[in-house]
């Protein structure tokens, strides 16, 4: 066979044709016979027990067929995740925890049926305000992704107290929700003992695992199917209560069910990132060289399930410093349980450590993109172990170059265009290299085309394309002749897509296939046989082995940014960012992934934020109106450019993940450039016109959040 070179081409997305014309079909899409549809009813107090359901109203209502309570509704098997413990007794943890579900013969029944129930409660106190003083912090035994919580090196108190040069700082990041285009939804069908659903998520495998074990059946008696998905950013990488509300729901009524989520019920069940309260403590000799760095967070979580976003973690491999601590505390409160959203941990920790960096750099007056480039480690400072690639000063000095950064004026406040001031910021980005255990079948046919098959999700990401180039290459066939088949149980088993993971460790299986399918042909002499042949790939054992090098991508990003002195609105003019992630296997893909993240960091940095009602407990900024997500207006022409690294320490492709890396640090570089234009620090997210105004009312003087 002759070899191509498809790897890295800027190869169409195949299924782009299916969704531009509206014939890709979603979860809540399919239209089984006798589909009926299921409204939930979420929990109107912030903390307490139900004490009685009247459904009457509801059911004499046209077109109500049921309602699902904790009194009638099946009962669920054990499940390592409490979120998806619903309808089985009457706690409330939290406000729109789901107390009751309406099922009806279409959505605008179920929904008016759901507003027809009424529910009472025992109503108990209710604690939702995270502050970096409260009393029932603790230290959790780890973090987010098995990071254990707090890690020390030398004595970095001694070393802080006696740097020449010292900062030591507040930020505050919110709560942010991932609101996905596509919101939660599947649909659940039951045949006997078999239970059948179309679902949104970011990993059809682990549904399967989960509803066996709630509905206590062999997992070959499920079927979970997600071709089509339309975003999640973190939100769908575990099962959500749309799913099992489904499969509860046609359970109990023997048809079919949807339940699609509407927008305003996401923020308090399908997770969010969590509010995080920062100090970074960074202490430098007179030449910029640190001499202790010191990161702590304070974060909550729910009473129902403990998560810990690993903020801190970001200083554990950004620069080298003798003295270190990082520490994370937790406070159990009455809030929706968070969960994983884009760059868990990097993105809100990236923030305030690049933001603190910035600040060093203007006490010693000496460049930002320098002072980390005199920071640079030989190998991870907290592991000690050799970074497998690490390009991070080769993405700094060709932002710098292409941004044209050395004609800015450094003095914050120089540059002016009638009311507006102007500046520009840096910051760096990282994101480690994770890879997950995978299997993957590659067939060849007799006429001389191929059919590669694994459970992947392609939530919009163009996984399915990525891996037929991948084929097509370790096949030596024309891309063209390699087909793809993703987002089903029913295919060999795959990881999520999550973590930046999925491309690496779906795509190593599929490496592995595709060559042994190469070397089992290459055994039999002549055309191919009539019979399928087919290879089966299973990288247990070494996808997931301990590896001895630190492996990270990393990046740069650039901002220009035009302040109104007199509305107080920021607008981002110029956004660029350069990233070292190991070989890029689709140019156009990438590009998409690197601007999406860029994207969604402005948001982070000038528009999305969401607020805890202490009285209600519940998130004010529920849809779509109130919680602002960037629009067209708001993004200017995003740059997005790589450095290509030949790293042989991760995986066949050689590549590492790009899904997140784009968000990481982009806030920072912004938050950054708004304070070189006006002379003053924002620490809080996001950078709205109110905090703006306020800050540079206080130009004279202090006030809280502003230096």
Not at 228 to 249: E, I, N, Y
Not at 365 to 393: A, I, T, W
Not at 447 to 455: I, L
Not at 532 to 548: F, H, L, N
């Amino acid at each position: 066979m002759a070899g191509t070179t498809a790897v890295g081409a800027p190869v169409e997305r195949r299924e782009g044709r299916a969704k531009v014309t509206g014939t890709a079909r979603y979860a809540a899409e399919y239209h089984p016979p006798g589909r009926a549809h299921a409204w939930p009813v979420p929990a109107t107090v912030a903390r307490g027990h139900v004490t009685g359901i009247d459904s009457t109203a509801a059911l004499a209502m046209p077109g109500v067929l049921a309602v699902l309570t904790h009194e009638n509704a099946p009962r669920l098997g054990e499940a390592d995740d409490p979120t998806l413990l619903l309808l089985q007794n009457p706690s409330v943890p939290h406000r729109g925890w789901f107390v009751a579900l309406v099922v009806g013969e279409s959505p605008e029944a179920a929904r008016a049926g759901a507003v027809a129930v009424r529910v009472e409660y025992d109503v108990e106190e209710h604690d939702v305000t995270l502050t970096d003083t409260h009393p029932g912090a603790y230290v959790p035994e780890e973090a987010n992704g098995g990071y254990p919580a707090r890690t020390e090196h030398g004595d970095p108190e001694a070393a802080f107290g006696s740097s020449a040069v010292r900062v030591d700082v507040d930020y505050r990041v919110p709560p942010l929700h991932n609101h996905p285009m596509e919101p939660h939804a599947s649909t659940a069908h039951w045949d006997g003992d078999r239970l059948t659903v179309q679902t949104s998520s970011q990993g059809s495998s682990v549904v399967q695992t989960v509803l066996a074990g709630l509905f206590d059946l062999p997992p070959e008696q499920v079927t979970v199917r997600a071709e089509h998905v339309g975003g999640g950013f973190g939100s769908k990488g575990t099962p959500r209560p749309d799913v099992v509300l489904a499969a509860l729901a046609a359970r109990l009524t023997g048809r079919p069910v949807t339940v699609a989520l509407h927008r305003r019920l996401m923020p308090a069940t399908v997770g969010h990132r969590a509010p995080t309260l920062h100090r970074v403590r960074l202490g430098a000799s007179a030449d910029g060289h640190l001499t202790s760095v010191v990161h702590e967070v304070v974060t909550h979580t729910s009473r129902v399930k403990e998560f810990v976003e690993q903020a801190a973690t970001p200083a554990r491999v950004m620069y080298t410093a003798p003295n270190s601590r990082t520490l994370h505390r937790v406070a159990a409160l009455d809030v929706p349980t968070p969960s994983w959203m884009r760059a868990p941990g990097e993105a809100p920790g990236m923030y305030a450590l690049e933001s603190a960096m910035d600040e060093l750099a203007g006490e010693l007056g000496m460049d930002p993109v320098e002072l980390r480039v005199v920071n640079e480690p030989g190998s991870e400072p907290d592991s000690g172990r050799p970074f497998s690639s690490r390009h991070l000063v080769e993405c700094l000095r060709e932002g710098a170059r292409r941004f044209d950064w050395s004609g800015r004026d450094p003095r914050p406040g120089s540059r002016t265009e009638g009311p507006l001031l102007v500046g520009s910021g840096v910051a760096a980005a990282t994101y480690p290299v994770l890879v997950q255990p995978c299997t993957a079948t590659a067939q060849a046919l007799p006429d001389g085309s191929f059919v590669v098959r694994v459970n992947a999700a392609d939530i919009g990401t163009g996984a399915r394309t990525v891996l037929a180039q991948i084929a097509a290459d370790a096949l030596g066939a024309p891309l063209a002749r390699v087909r793809t088949e993703v987002g089903s149980s029913e295919l060999p088993r795959a990881s999520v897509a999550g973590g930046s993971s999925g491309t690496a460790s779906w795509g190593w299986a599929v490496h592995d296939a595709c060559a042994q399918l190469v070397e089992r042909l290459a055994e039999r002499p002549g055309p191919l046989p009539e019979e399928v042949v087919t290879v089966r790939a299973d990288t247990t054992g070494r996808a997931d082995a301990e590896s001895p090098w630190a492996r990270h991508a990393f990046g740069a990003h650039f901002a220009e940014v035009a302040v109104d002195t007199v509305t107080g609105e920021t607008r981002v003019r110029r956004l660029l960012g350069v990233f070292a992630a190991g070989h890029i296997l689709n140019s156009r893909t990438a590009r998409s992934q690197f601007v999406g993240g860029m994207t969604m960091g402005l948001g982070m940095a000038l528009t999305e934020g969401s607020t805890m009602d202490a009285a209600f407990g519940d998130f004010v900024e529920s849809d779509l109106a109130s919680y602002h997500v960037p629009a067209h207006a708001d993004v200017p022409d995003i740059e997005a450019h790589w450095i290509d690294e030949d790293d042989p320490h991760l995986n066949p492709m050689g590549s590492k993940g790009i899904g997140e890396i784009g968000i990481v640090g982009t806030a920072a570089a912004i938050g950054n450039a708004v304070h070189h234009a006006t002379g003053v620090r924002v620490r809080e997210l996001p950078l709205t016109p109110d905090r703006v105004l306020a800050a540079l009312a206080g130009r004279t003087g202090r006030s809280t959040g502003v230096g």
